[in-house]
């Protein structure tokens, strides 16, 4: 089993910069794809970002194209998320989930695991 624990979420003003953490334990995930969702308040969780095991290939939604940054870091056994000029309308709750394909998707039923998610709230 892997547990998966996010942490790095917060209050922060409009134009300004997160970094989110997910870190994994019970194995290693070296070989797993990881992805990052993020749920709002009253609407469905959708996909923010993914990236494959080698860390080689990238994916995001278009609404954080060009702002938001996944990276791995294998020796840490953590995924990063970096958050650039934050908009109002990226306040929620965000998801890391572990894919033991290797490669991560847009696609939620690809993920074997879920974290629990870290609030992230940007004011106007």
């Known amino acids: 089993q892997v547990q998966l624990v996010e942490s790095g979420g917060g209050l922060v003003q409009a134009g300004g910069s997160l970094r989110l953490s997910c870190a994994a334990s019970?194995?290693?995930?070296?070989?797993?794809?990881l992805g990052w969702f993020r749920q709002a308040p009253g609407k469905e969780r959708e996909f923010v970002a993914a990236?494959?095991?080698?860390?080689?290939?990238?994916d995001y939604a278009d609404s954080v194209k060009g702002r938001f940054t996944i990276s791995r870091d294998n020796a840490k056994n953590t995924v990063y998320l970096q958050m650039n000029s934050l908009k109002p309308e990226d306040t929620a709750v965000y998801f890391c989930a572990g894919d033991r394909g290797g490669y991560g998707s847009k696609r939620e039923y690809v993920y074997d695991y879920w974290g629990q998610g870290t609030q992230v709230t940007v004011s106007s």
């Open positions: 019970g194995r290693t995930i070296i070989m797993y794809g």
């Open positions: 990236i494959n095991w080698s860390g080689g290939l990238t």
